[in-house]
């Protein structure tokens, strides 16, 4: 398999994040670029590659690796491990071991059930498990499958490794206080660095530590008490918490919304009230508009008595006006002025000048009438 090349060397920085997963203050954050590498197969396995036993072995140095190899000839860099559970600590660091040099091909060793358990302990994952999670990562060009526990010089010989990646912590095991001892006083040891946080055994301990949060949750997902080894009596308690979890959830979910209907009455009470604060300060700006000292009612009767007033009282000429000689009104008698009636005084006659006044025409015919009637008398 042809090696994955990088043309842009990888930081071997440690990434530290905080709880929040922001990096840390004083480390730039770089905008990329989109693209797409187009990894579509996992990495093989090196028992199924074609063996490099016929040809030559020739390990190049550091300061040659560094500044980059012929395209045909890569820098074979091994990296071994258990890898249970394979996480992001376990990707972070194979990462930096693909980007120790411009032209890297990166083997991975994979070590078996029976070896880790009889040198480290049990895993979680088998070792099929764990050897196709590997094989999976984008970093890998190679997988080793049954990797041996401590390197030798036959194995190194065999798949042509020019350096061996692993962080610089000594690793003390089978009998040995650093099982990279060898590797390092030969040259061929390229320093990695961990990240803090993340391991396998980190993982373990959270399960651990929740572990009664971890089997409800199995629980509620249909496994049996039987697959999670759990007694009968445990099985019921969890059941009798779960449904308490519920019904707890379903006040909390009650309160919440009480509040939400609590909180939605304020505002429209708040709402209403502002409401009819500005339609009762409209109501009595146009109440005091209409009736007030100065109000439109007032002005409407005035005018209107104004009107009345001059259509009751007469119209008076202007005094420059020339006068016109009054042609003699018609002679009409009242039919309630009887013979009988006394003559009106003077003083009546002066003071009752007007419309409604007798002509004087009228006063000179009732004269000529009284004197015919005394005749008469007399006769």
């Not at 199924?48 to 016929?54: I, V, Y």
Request: aromatic share 8%; proline share 6%.
């Amino acid at each position: 398999m042809e090696a994955h090349t990088s043309g842009r060397p990888i930081s071997r920085k440690r990434r530290r994040e905080g709880s929040n997963g922001d990096a840390e203050e004083g480390e730039r954050l770089l905008k990329l670029k989109r693209h797409t590498l187009g990894l579509s197969d996992p990495a093989p396995y090196a028992d199924q590659l074609d063996s490099l036993e016929d040809k030559p072995y020739k390990r190049v140095s550091m300061d040659e690796a560094k500044r980059g190899t012929p395209s045909d000839r890569p820098v074979r860099v091994y990296a071994d491990g258990i890898f249970d559970m394979f996480h992001s600590g376990h990707a972070r660091a194979l990462m930096q071991a693909k980007g120790l040099f411009p032209n890297t091909h990166l083997i991975v060793g994979v070590c078996s059930d029976e070896l880790t358990h009889k040198l480290k302990g049990f895993t979680v994952m088998n070792e099929e498990e764990r050897y196709d999670a590997v094989t999976h990562c984008r970093y890998v060009d190679e997988v080793v499958r049954n990797a041996p526990w401590t390197l030798t010089p036959e194995f190194l010989t065999k798949h042509r490794i020019d350096f061996v990646a692993h962080d610089d912590i000594p690793y003390s095991s089978a009998g040995s206080d650093d099982v990279y001892k060898h590797i390092k006083e030969a040259g061929m040891f390229a320093p990695t660095q961990r990240t803090e946080g993340i391991s396998t055994s980190d993982i373990i301990t959270r399960i651990v530590r929740d572990y009664d949060v971890y089997v409800r949750r199995n629980l509620q997902r249909g496994y049996t008490a039987k697959e999670l080894n759990v007694s009968f009596i445990n099985e019921k308690k969890y059941h009798l918490q779960e449904h308490v979890d519920k019904v707890k959830q379903k006040v909390r979910n009650v309160e919440e919304k009480s509040k939400e209907f609590v909180q939605k009455v304020e505002e429209k009470s708040i709402d209403l009230i502002q409401k009819w604060e500005e339609k009762s300060r409209e109501f009595i700006g146009n109440f005091l508009q209409m009736f007030g000292p100065e109000g439109a009612l007032k002005h409407m009767l005035k005018e209107g008595k104004g009107r009345m007033l001059q259509a009751i009282s007469p119209r008076q000429s202007p005094s420059s006006s020339p006068t016109r000689e009054r042609s003699p009104s018609p002679t009409f008698r009242l039919p309630f002025f009887t013979k009988t009636s006394p003559p009106a005084s003077p003083f009546s006659q002066h003071s009752h000048s007007g419309p409604q006044s007798i002509s004087e025409e009228e006063e000179d015919d009732d004269d000529d009438d009284d004197d015919d009637h005394d005749e008469d008398d007399g006769l």
